[in-house]
Protein backbone atom coordinates (compact mmCIF):
# COMPACT_ATOMS: atom_id res chain seq x y z
CA UNK A 1 0.00 0.00 0.00
CA UNK A 2 1.12 3.31 -0.92
CA UNK A 3 -0.23 6.83 -1.26
CA UNK A 4 2.21 7.56 -4.35
CA UNK A 5 -0.14 9.93 -6.11
CA UNK A 6 -0.68 12.03 -3.17
CA UNK A 7 2.84 12.61 -2.29
CA UNK A 8 3.40 13.52 -5.88
CA UNK A 9 0.47 16.36 -5.07
CA UNK A 10 1.38 17.17 -1.93
CA UNK A 11 5.43 17.85 -2.99
CA UNK A 12 3.81 19.97 -6.03
CA UNK A 13 1.92 21.71 -3.47
CA UNK A 14 4.57 22.47 -1.22
CA UNK A 15 6.81 23.54 -4.29
CA UNK A 16 9.72 20.71 -3.34
CA UNK A 17 8.81 18.31 -6.18
CA UNK A 18 12.36 19.13 -7.56
CA UNK A 19 14.59 19.04 -4.70
CA UNK A 20 17.14 16.89 -3.48
CA UNK A 21 16.04 14.69 -1.13
CA UNK A 22 17.13 14.62 2.58
CA UNK A 23 18.16 11.12 4.89
CA UNK A 24 16.13 11.72 7.65
CA UNK A 25 12.55 12.88 8.07
CA UNK A 26 13.98 15.56 10.54
CA UNK A 27 17.36 17.43 10.51
CA UNK A 28 19.61 15.78 13.48
CA UNK A 29 19.51 17.01 16.75
CA UNK A 30 16.88 18.98 15.77
CA UNK A 31 15.39 20.28 18.75
CA UNK A 32 12.16 22.69 18.14
CA UNK A 33 10.83 25.05 20.28
CA UNK A 34 7.96 27.96 20.77
CA UNK A 35 10.16 30.44 21.83
CA UNK A 36 12.81 30.23 18.67
CA UNK A 37 12.85 32.20 15.53
CA UNK A 38 10.81 34.52 14.12
CA UNK A 39 6.72 34.42 13.18
CA UNK A 40 5.64 33.29 9.89
CA UNK A 41 3.54 36.13 8.56
CA UNK A 42 1.31 33.90 7.10
CA UNK A 43 0.86 30.62 8.25
CA UNK A 44 -1.54 29.43 6.06
CA UNK A 45 0.97 27.38 4.07
CA UNK A 46 2.88 25.54 7.02
CA UNK A 47 -1.17 25.34 8.28
CA UNK A 48 -2.34 23.39 5.05
CA UNK A 49 1.01 21.41 4.74
CA UNK A 50 0.71 19.85 8.21
CA UNK A 51 -2.86 19.06 7.28
CA UNK A 52 -2.17 17.11 4.36
CA UNK A 53 1.18 15.57 6.07
CA UNK A 54 -1.23 13.87 8.72
CA UNK A 55 -2.48 11.81 5.80
CA UNK A 56 0.83 9.80 5.13
CA UNK A 57 1.85 8.39 8.27
CA UNK A 58 -1.22 5.83 7.30
CA UNK A 59 1.22 4.13 5.15
CA UNK A 60 4.54 5.17 5.97
CA UNK A 61 4.97 5.49 9.64
CA UNK A 62 8.23 6.47 9.50
CA UNK A 63 6.27 10.01 8.84
CA UNK A 64 4.35 9.51 12.31
CA UNK A 65 6.55 11.17 14.90
CA UNK A 66 7.49 14.38 12.59
CA UNK A 67 4.34 14.70 12.38
CA UNK A 68 3.43 14.60 15.68
CA UNK A 69 6.41 16.93 16.44
CA UNK A 70 5.61 19.74 13.73
CA UNK A 71 1.60 20.19 14.60
CA UNK A 72 2.65 21.19 18.38
CA UNK A 73 3.18 24.28 16.53
CA UNK A 74 0.67 24.80 14.26
CA UNK A 75 -1.16 27.98 16.42
CA UNK A 76 1.68 29.91 15.76
CA UNK A 77 4.29 28.51 13.63
CA UNK A 78 8.08 30.36 13.14
CA UNK A 79 10.32 29.97 10.07
CA UNK A 80 12.44 27.13 11.87
CA UNK A 81 8.90 24.95 12.36
CA UNK A 82 8.98 25.57 8.82
CA UNK A 83 12.28 24.99 7.89
CA UNK A 84 12.12 21.56 9.72
CA UNK A 85 8.98 21.27 7.30
CA UNK A 86 10.54 21.87 4.53
CA UNK A 87 13.23 19.26 5.37
CA UNK A 88 10.32 16.43 5.96
CA UNK A 89 9.09 17.21 2.36
CA UNK A 90 12.35 16.98 0.60
CA UNK A 91 12.76 13.76 2.49
CA UNK A 92 9.52 12.88 1.35
CA UNK A 93 10.29 13.29 -2.43
CA UNK A 94 13.34 10.82 -2.05
CA UNK A 95 11.31 8.13 -0.84
CA UNK A 96 7.93 8.32 -2.54
CA UNK A 97 8.02 5.00 -3.51
CA UNK A 98 7.67 3.59 0.32
CA UNK A 99 4.61 2.47 1.70
CA UNK A 100 3.38 -1.03 3.82
CA UNK A 101 3.77 -4.09 1.83
CA UNK A 102 1.25 -6.77 2.89
CA UNK A 103 2.38 -10.66 2.44
CA UNK A 104 0.41 -13.59 2.65
CA UNK A 105 1.11 -16.13 5.24
CA UNK A 106 -0.21 -19.27 6.66
CA UNK A 107 0.86 -18.39 10.75
CA UNK A 108 -1.62 -16.02 11.31
CA UNK A 109 -0.16 -14.53 14.61
CA UNK A 110 -0.73 -11.42 16.34
CA UNK A 111 2.27 -9.73 17.01
CA UNK A 112 2.19 -6.09 18.88
CA UNK A 113 5.10 -3.63 19.84
CA UNK A 114 5.08 -0.60 21.75
CA UNK A 115 7.33 1.83 22.32
CA UNK A 116 7.31 5.18 24.48
CA UNK A 117 8.96 8.05 25.56
CA UNK A 118 8.37 9.34 28.83
CA UNK A 119 8.12 13.39 29.06
CA UNK A 120 10.04 13.78 25.77
CA UNK A 121 8.69 17.26 25.01
CA UNK A 122 10.86 19.56 27.18
CA UNK A 123 8.19 22.35 27.61
CA UNK A 124 4.66 20.43 27.80
CA UNK A 125 6.43 17.28 29.32
CA UNK A 126 4.11 15.18 27.24
CA UNK A 127 5.12 11.72 26.19
CA UNK A 128 5.25 10.19 22.98
CA UNK A 129 3.90 6.50 22.18
CA UNK A 130 3.69 4.37 19.23
CA UNK A 131 2.16 1.01 18.30
CA UNK A 132 2.62 -1.22 15.41
CA UNK A 133 0.23 -4.55 15.18
CA UNK A 134 1.16 -7.60 12.61
CA UNK A 135 -0.72 -9.88 11.76
CA UNK A 136 1.78 -12.82 10.23
CA UNK A 137 4.52 -10.74 8.85
CA UNK A 138 1.94 -8.01 7.87
CA UNK A 139 1.39 -4.84 9.60
CA UNK A 140 -2.36 -3.82 10.12
CA UNK A 141 -2.91 -1.15 12.58
Known amino acids: MSQ ?4 HELLKLSDLDDTS ?3 TPLPL ?3 LSSEEGMA ?3 PTLYRTL ?3 LNFLPHT ?3 LSFTGQTLILFIQAPKDTHFQALQHTFRY ?3 TTRQGIFLTGSDQLQVHAYLDSN ?3 YPFTRRSVSSYIILLGSSPIS
Open 29 to 31: NCK
Open 92 to 94: VNG
Open 60 to 62: RPD
Open 40 to 42: LLD
Open 118 to 120: WAS
Open 21 to 23: PMA
Open 50 to 52: IGK
Open 4 to 7: KKFT
